[in-house]
Every structure is written in structure tokens, then in C-alpha cells.
């Protein structure tokens, strides 16, 4: 039975992307309510309700269930075992399998290999040994990870040689790492799947991506790569998510080749180089993610504009608002956080074009 507009959605984690959400939901009825830690938390500016405490307080995530509808997060970061806590008192899309996945790069890479996919050669790696004998495997140029809580380029380290071995080792705390080998690729894009829990699925256009310092700075929609490689990154994402009978929006990032589209990493929740879709698609990716886990029927994903492309404001670049706001081209999301750190996701500006600059 669908989740009927005026019921409350529950979101775990209070960062900007639970704050787009909240503004979805809000046009097609529904109410927001937010859990999340102390410190900042923007999504509880346009929230209806809010509780502030740990991801682990199951006697705060009860009282939380007990006010909410349907329940998803907004990073993936979320201890598994208080998303499954949750899932014995309400429904909660995604479920915390995609978790399971998505927070340990061994265990996603496994799954989407055991699926079909091609991600980068890998190796686990435990011990300095363990790292020397992978680089002997896949050679140098390589990327040593940890395995859990990595993103923007955090937690990982590029190894030039095997003389850097001991160094990129200490540096990542020689503990739960993976070393993967290096993709020469033309090009990132992204792949987002919205599944509805009856197993409808709809995709949108592919999405080219530009990174700075390990964090995506530019986003162009339609992404230009071949569109057989597109086809079968896609077609990738829709067994990933039916694998997991998942719900909601899925992201899933490739490298383009010449042999094909290159696995990279999945998101179960909402992505950054999805923002785009709020004035470029014709749903975004924040109201499908609604839809789908309220088991509303899916939107159109077509484009609204020949180009669509979406720049992040990082740090105080910010503080060129009032440019952006002269530019009719432009459409401006401040997220509304206090700290402009170097590198921080301040918020984002989406340009609707008729052709490539």
C-alpha cells in the first residue's frame, strides 16, 4: 500500500541532501522529521520535526519510529545495525543490506563482480606484506583505501611506487584496507536509478563528472560517452538494485574506457551529481526518491534543456552569490552552513543551456 501525502518521512543523517529532500516531500504533501547527532545540521531548517541524538540511542531511534511513516537516510554512514534496528518498526527504504555493501569497498566490489560488473583490480590487504605482494600483482601506479568511511577523496592514498609502501601504509592506519589498481579512463560518470517497491524502475541520463581534489566540482548532462558503455553501466545499476530489492534512488560511478565502463562506487541514497535534476529533469532526483519510497508512481526523467550542467560551490566560492544571481542562466541552492571550509559543499548553482560553452 502507497504512503499517502500528509504522512511523515522519516530521514536519518541532517546534511544538505536530507535538507533537498525535505523541500520535495513538502510540494507533494508530506511532512519531514530528522534524526541526527549533535553539531550542524541543515536539514533541520525546513524540517517539521527533529530528534538530536546518536545513531546507537535505539531508545531516541524508537521514539523516532514512533513519529515517523516511512524512514531513509541521507549518507551511508548510518550504522547498519540502527537502520535494521528501525526496519522492526517501520519501513525503512533502502533497506540496510545496501548498507552492508555500500559501507565496505571489499564487500561492495565482491558483490558487483559476483553480478557481472567490472570494477578496478583489487586486493584486501591486512598487512604491510599483504600490500607489497598486492603491488607485485597489480602493479604501480595503485590506490590504497580503507575500507569503511571514505569519501571526497578522504581515506585513501596514492602509491608513485613500491618504495612508498611502508608510508601509505602508517598513513591510513594499517588496519581494514584495500588496494585497487589504477583505471586509465577518458572520463567519470554516474549512473542514478530510482526502484519503487514494486520493482519499477526508471533511470536518468547518464552524467559526466569532473573531480578536484578527489571531490566532484562539475556535472554535465548529457554525458557524451558511448552509448552502448552507457547502456551497460546501466544496465549494472538495475541488477545492483534488484539484487538488493532496493528502494529509492541509487548512484553508481564508472570510469569510461576503451573496454568498457569501469566500476567505481555506489551511493544508496541521493547524489551529488544527481543536483542537477531539481531544474534540469522533469522529477528530480530528491522528489523520485520520494515517490519511490512512499510507492508513489515514478516521474519522467527527460531533460529540460539540450545541456544541463551543475558546479559545486566549494568553500567560500560561496560568496559569489550575488554574480551567480545576476546570471539569468543560473539557478542558485545555498545549503545554509555556517563554516565555508576549504573543500566544504556550501551549495551548488545549475546552468540550463543550449549547447556546450
Known amino acids: 500500500m502507497p504512503i499517502l501525502p500528509g504522512a511523515t518521512i522519516g530521514i536519518l543523517g541532517g546534511g544538505q541532501l536530507g535538507r533537498m529532500l525535505a523541500l520535495a516531500a513538502a510540494p507533494l504533501g508530506y511532512k519531514v522529521h530528522v534524526f541526527a547527532p549533535e553539531g550542524e545540521a541543515v536539514a533541520l531548517d525546513v524540517a517539521a520535526g527533529a530528534t538530536r541524538a546518536e545513531y546507537t540511542d535505539e531508545a531516541a531511534l524508537a521514539a523516532f519510529a514512533a ?85 571526497d577523496g578522504k581515506g585513501q592514498v596514492r602509491i608513485g611506487s613500491v618504495g612508498e609502501a611502508a608510508e601509505a601504509f602508517a598513513a591510513l592506519g594499517s588496519k581494514g584496507l584495500i588496494l585497487e589498481g589504477f583505471v586509465r579512463f577518458s572520463a567519470e560518470f554516474s549512473i542514478l536509478v530510482a526502484r519503487c517497491p514494486r520493482g519499477r524502475e526508471v533511470h536518468y541520463p547518464a552524467c559526466l563528472n569532473v573531480h578536484e581534489d578527489g571531490i566532484l566540482a ?120 555556517a563554516d565555508a571550509a576549504p573543500g566544504r559543499k556550501m551549495g551548488h548553482v545549475t546552468r540550463l543551456l543550449r549547447e556546450r560553452p
Not at 524512514?71 to 540502527?82: D, H, L, R
Not at 534496528?85 to 543490506?97: A, T
Request: proline share 8%.
Open 67 to 151: 513519529a515517523c511513516d516511512v524512514i531513509t537516510y541521507e549518507f551511508e554512514n548510518v550504522p547498519s545495525a540502527s537502520v535494521a534496528f528501525l526496519e522492526g518498526l517501520k519501513p525503512v527504504r533502502p533497506g540496510h543490506r545496501a548498507l552492508d555493501v555500500a559501507q565496505d569497498r571489499l564487500s561492495e566490489k565482491q558483490f558487483v563482480t559476483e553480478l557481472g560488473g567490472r570494477p578496478a583490480p583489487f586486493r584486501a590487504v591486512e598487512t604491510l606484506a599483504e600490500l607489497e605482494a598486492a603491488l607485485a600483482e597489480l602493479g604501480a601506479p595503485a590506490i590504497l583505501k580503507t575500507r569503511r568511511f571514505g569519501y
Open 218 to 337: 562539475l556535472t554535465s548532462v548529457p554525458a557524451g560517452i558511448d552509448p552502448a558503455h552507457v547502456d551497460a553501466a546501466t544496465a549494472l545499476v538495475v541488477r545492483i538494485a534488484d539484487a538488493l530489492d532496493y528502494v529509492g534512488v541509487l548512484a553508481c560511478e564508472f570510469f569510461a574506457t576503451p573496454d568498457g565502463p569501469v566500476f567505481n562506487e555506489m551511493a544508496p541514497r541521493v547524489h551529488n551529481s544527481g543536483h542537477w535534476s531539481i531544474e534540469g529533469a522533469e522529477t528530480s532526483q530528491f522528489e523520485q526518491h520520494v515517490r519511490a519510497i512512499c510507492g508513489l508512481p515514478l516521474g519522467p526523467v527527460g531533460l529540460k534543456a539540450p545541456l544541463v550542467e551543475m558546479r559545486n560551490l566549494l568553500g567560500d566560492t560561496s560568496a559569489e552569490w550575488p554574480r551567480i544571481l545576476a546570471d539569468p542562466t543560473a539557478h542558485l541552492h545555498l545549503y545554509g552552513k
